[in-house]
């Protein structure tokens, strides 16, 4: 079934969610019904200085993406792994995205390298109230950052790179 709806929704292309502005579109309302259902995204970074052992020899990374996957699937999140965030002073760069009133809302976190800090991010994903002001417990804090930076930041917003192992 097509809706006509407003192109400020967030609707889902074939991989990633895209936030659209401005007029009216038609679209297939069981995107539009996914994305209502989620509202939550999160993104890790794995690309040059996250997830990169030689960076960060000690990090167990496919573990730290296990836990964070297996916390979106109880949340009915969605959880992508992209590529560099350009914000590699950070390493290990989280971000979860999420939004209220038509209004995108992100925390972004850095240096999430123990396991205690993927267990509270976690957790965070496990029970984020979406319409508190500061919604980050008090064991994130010193991981929240502010982006700078970025040249393009809608570019998050189109389909991740897949990852390749081997």
Request: aromatic share 4%.
């Amino acid at each position: 079934m097509l809706l006509s709806v407003p192109m400020t929704t967030v609707m889902k292309s074939d991989q990633a969610l895209q936030p659209l502005s401005g007029g009216t579109a038609e679209v297939d309302s069981a995107r539009v019904e996914l994305v209502s259902r989620t509202n939550l995204v999160v993104l890790v970074c794995r690309a040059c200085c996250c997830g990169n052992s030689v960076k960060h020899e000690g990090v167990d990374h496919d573990a730290q993406e296990l836990q964070l996957r297996q916390a979106c699937e109880q949340q009915g999140a969605v959880f992508r792994i992209v590529d560099c965030l350009d914000q590699c002073s950070e390493s290990n760069v989280i971000v979860l995205r999420w939004w209220n009133r038509n209004r995108r809302c992100e925390i972004w976190l850095g240096q999430v390298l123990l396991p205690q800090a993927t267990e509270a991010v976690a957790g965070l994903i496990k029970t984020l109230d979406r319409n508190s002001p500061n919604p980050v417990p008090d064991t994130l804090t010193r991981h929240v950052f502010q982006v700078v930076g970025i040249e393009n930041p809608h570019r998050f917003e189109v389909t991740p790179t897949p990852r390749v192992s081997g």
